[in-house]
């Protein structure tokens, strides 16, 4: 990813975009022929020349242009460079090069969201029978399995891997259309070339440059995406707390988790990834501020994209790369899960010991006092949910030792666990 946003890149983009309006040029006949092919043939750069000339000319496509023109002297070509950037403006390159970088970006990025899916596919399928405890604020609610929440975050990075399908794709646009946009050089029919031959829409109508509504909506379609990946890191750490133990990133061999405690295994990854996050996120509003600019153009948001694009392309592909690893290599310990479940001797079955009083005919007000009021008893002091239930008097007027039973099941929690499944994963056998 950072080769794709490097200077040599960049120029090279550019000069794909002026070969491509050189070649196009010359097959409305604006553009001799052997002159286009010449600059097809000869015309290159080099990066430190380029940054040489713009140290004084303060201008990058300038300095662009003429070090690729000194490429043609030097190769006896120079005539045909009075063709090179014929007719066009700065931003009809930068631009539309612009658009094949950011294509080449999202290609790479793309790779990754299908890789992390892949992986949360697998291992929801691997946990979709762990029975674990749901929490609510943070506090036990009631049954889960370990697999449903990872099937939660594979169907949010699918609805992210749409989102980000279509920012790209509408990135995916040229522009040649000049210093304000109406053509004043080029026509309509050869922007509709220049841009085919470099696999890229022409924009519908654009000033000087592309409108950076587009380029919000991919920087927000990356920031949803670390979000998401935020989320899956965030659930991981609280997971591996001491107290939860339920689950833990990789620990590698030899690593070393504090230079004073050796007992240490944190989740630095996760930390790493939560806190990573932030800065895509923050990138959101730059880009959003860059709509707006004065009339057909000024360059206040130019400054800001080659920090703000870059930086949120790397980071996203760093940050999946980073997630693939935590959910590919996550510990899973399904004794704990259980554990946690039972450790409060039933409390989490409050919720169905309810419904089966209202349904056995207790009036729900009275049945949500009489299991609220032992449900508190037994937090307080560490009671028997369950065995209290079992021995009341009041409840057993109302159900038989079997119906309390059932009310304490997990299977019964968990009884829809398969169609949820379906739902989310059709396509699987």
């Given at each position: 990813m950072g080769r794709i946003f490097s200077d040599e890149n960049r120029f090279s983009q550019w000069l794909a975009v002026e070969l491509a309006a050189s070649e196009a040029l010359a097959e409305t006949g604006e553009v001799p022929a052997d002159a286009a092919r010449a600059l097809r043939e000869h015309a290159s750069f080099k990066v430190e020349r380029i940054h040489e000339i713009e140290r004084e000319v303060k201008h990058d496509v300038i300095a662009f242009t003429t070090a690729v023109a000194e490429t043609m002297a030097a190769a006896q070509h120079a005539d045909a460079s009075r063709w090179l950037h014929y007719g066009l403006t700065s931003n009809d390159v930068v631009d539309t090069a612009q658009a094949l970088v950011l294509k080449q970006a999202s290609s790479e990025i793309r790779k990754g969201i299908v890789a992390l899916i892949a992986c949360l596919k697998r291992r929801a399928f691997e946990f979709k029978d762990t029975v674990q405890i749901g929490r609510t604020h943070g506090i036990h609610a009631e049954p889960i399995t370990f697999g449903l929440k990872i099937a939660l975050w594979y169907d949010e990075m699918q609805r992210g891997l749409v989102r980000f399908d279509?920012?790209?794709?509408?990135?995916?646009?040229?522009?040649?259309?000049?210093?304000?946009?109406?053509?004043?050089?080029?026509?309509?029919?050869?922007?509709?070339?220049?841009c085919e031959r470099v696999g890229l829409r022409p924009a519908p109508i654009a000033s000087q440059v592309i409108a950076r509504d587009r380029h919000a909506a991919w920087v927000s379609a990356l920031a949803l995406l670390a979000a998401t990946l935020e989320k899956i890191a965030l659930e991981i750490r609280h997971l591996q707390r001491t107290e939860v133990r339920e689950a833990e990133e990789p620990f590698t061999a030899g690593q070393k988790g504090s230079s004073a405690m050796p007992h240490k295994r944190n989740p630095v990854t996760a930390e790493q990834i939560c806190g990573l996050a932030r800065i895509i996120r923050g990138n959101v509003n730059a880009a959003i501020e860059d709509i707006a600019l004065w009339h057909e153009r000024d360059i206040s948001h130019s400054s800001v994209e080659?920090?703000?694009?870059?930086?949120?392309?790397?980071l996203a592909d760093y940050l999946l790369a980073k997630t693939i690893w935590l959910v590919d290599g996550m510990r899973v310990y399904p004794e704990r899960m259980r554990q946690n479940l039972e450790s409060t001797k039933g409390l989490v079955?409050?919720?169905?010991?309810?419904?089966?009083?209202?349904?056995?005919?207790?009036?729900?007000?009275?049945?949500?006092?009489?299991?609220q009021g032992n449900a508190m008893e037994a937090w307080e002091n560490g009671g028997d949910f369950r065995a209290t239930m079992e021995s009341n008097k009041e409840v057993l007027s109302y159900l038989s030792i079997e119906k309390i039973?059932?009310?304490?099941?997990?299977a019964r929690h968990l009884s829809h666990v398969d169609a949820i499944f379906r739902r989310v994963f059709p396509e699987k056998d």
């Amino acid at each position: 990813m950072g080769r794709i946003f490097s200077d040599e890149n960049r120029f090279s983009q550019w000069l794909a975009v002026e070969l491509a309006a050189s070649e196009a040029l010359a097959e409305t006949g604006e553009v001799p022929a052997d002159a286009a092919r010449a600059l097809r043939e000869h015309a290159s750069f080099k990066v430190e020349r380029i940054h040489e000339i713009e140290r004084e000319v303060k201008h990058d496509v300038i300095a662009f242009t003429t070090a690729v023109a000194e490429t043609m002297a030097a190769a006896q070509h120079a005539d045909a460079s009075r063709w090179l950037h014929y007719g066009l403006t700065s931003n009809d390159v930068v631009d539309t090069a612009q658009a094949l970088v950011l294509k080449q970006a999202s290609s790479e990025i793309r790779k990754g969201i299908v890789a992390l899916i892949a992986c949360l596919k697998r291992r929801a399928f691997e946990f979709k029978d762990t029975v674990q405890i749901g929490r609510t604020h943070g506090i036990h609610a009631e049954p889960i399995t370990f697999g449903l929440k990872i099937a939660l975050w594979y169907d949010e990075m699918q609805r992210g891997l749409v989102r980000f399908d279509a920012a790209a794709e509408d990135l995916r646009v040229g522009k040649i259309s000049g210093a304000v946009g109406a053509f004043g050089h080029i026509g309509p029919a050869a922007e509709e070339k220049i841009c085919e031959r470099v696999g890229l829409r022409p924009a519908p109508i654009a000033s000087q440059v592309i409108a950076r509504d587009r380029h919000a909506a991919w920087v927000s379609a990356l920031a949803l995406l670390a979000a998401t990946l935020e989320k899956i890191a965030l659930e991981i750490r609280h997971l591996q707390r001491t107290e939860v133990r339920e689950a833990e990133e990789p620990f590698t061999a030899g690593q070393k988790g504090s230079s004073a405690m050796p007992h240490k295994r944190n989740p630095v990854t996760a930390e790493q990834i939560c806190g990573l996050a932030r800065i895509i996120r923050g990138n959101v509003n730059a880009a959003i501020e860059d709509i707006a600019l004065w009339h057909e153009r000024d360059i206040s948001h130019s400054s800001v994209e080659r920090v703000i694009l870059a930086d949120s392309a790397i980071l996203a592909d760093y940050l999946l790369a980073k997630t693939i690893w935590l959910v590919d290599g996550m510990r899973v310990y399904p004794e704990r899960m259980r554990q946690n479940l039972e450790s409060t001797k039933g409390l989490v079955f409050s919720g169905q010991l309810l419904l089966d009083l209202s349904a056995a005919g207790m009036l729900r007000e009275q049945a949500y006092r009489l299991v609220q009021g032992n449900a508190m008893e037994a937090w307080e002091n560490g009671g028997d949910f369950r065995a209290t239930m079992e021995s009341n008097k009041e409840v057993l007027s109302y159900l038989s030792i079997e119906k309390i039973k059932e009310a304490f099941s997990v299977a019964r929690h968990l009884s829809h666990v398969d169609a949820i499944f379906r739902r989310v994963f059709p396509e699987k056998d």
